[in-house]
């Protein structure tokens, strides 16, 4: 079992900037990608960025350039820091980590947090 406790959403005019943060504890030696996700209402979940297993990052093409994730190994917790904020960014954000044991694959997802970009 993996524990995510997000943090960090809130109301931000455009052109602003929030930093989002993931906490995970639990059984967390088995990570193999970790990172952040977002669904807008009446649309699918997507993924914005994550860290792979190699310790690359995968960026969607909508956040390139604006949104950069980052880590704290001693922490076990990986941010979001989010600038040049757009009304499209406007969704509630998950943090997920995905678990491979025994060639299973197992994904974990926090609880969400807002994030609304709105003059």
């Known amino acids: 079992q993996v524990q995510l406790v997000e943090s960090g959403g809130g109301l931000v005019q455009p052109g602003g900037s929030l930093r989002l943060s993931c906490a995970a504890s639990?059984?967390?030696?088995?990570?193999?990608?970790m990172g952040w996700y977002r669904q807008a209402p009446g649309k699918q979940r997507e993924l914005v960025a994550r860290?792979?297993?190699?310790?690359?990052?995968n960026y969607a093409d909508s956040v390139k350039g604006r949104f950069t994730i980052s880590g704290d190994n001693a922490k076990n917790t990986v941010y979001l820091q989010m600038n040049s904020l757009k009304p499209e960014d406007t969704a509630v954000y998950y943090c997920?980590?995905?678990?491979?044991?025994?060639?299973?694959?197992?994904?974990?997802w926090g609880q969400g947090t807002q994030v609304t970009v709105s003059s």
């Open positions: 997920n980590v995905h678990i491979v044991l025994l060639s299973t694959g197992y994904d974990y």
């Open positions: 639990g059984s967390i030696f088995s990570i193999n990608t």
């Open positions: 860290f792979t297993s190699g310790g690359r990052t």
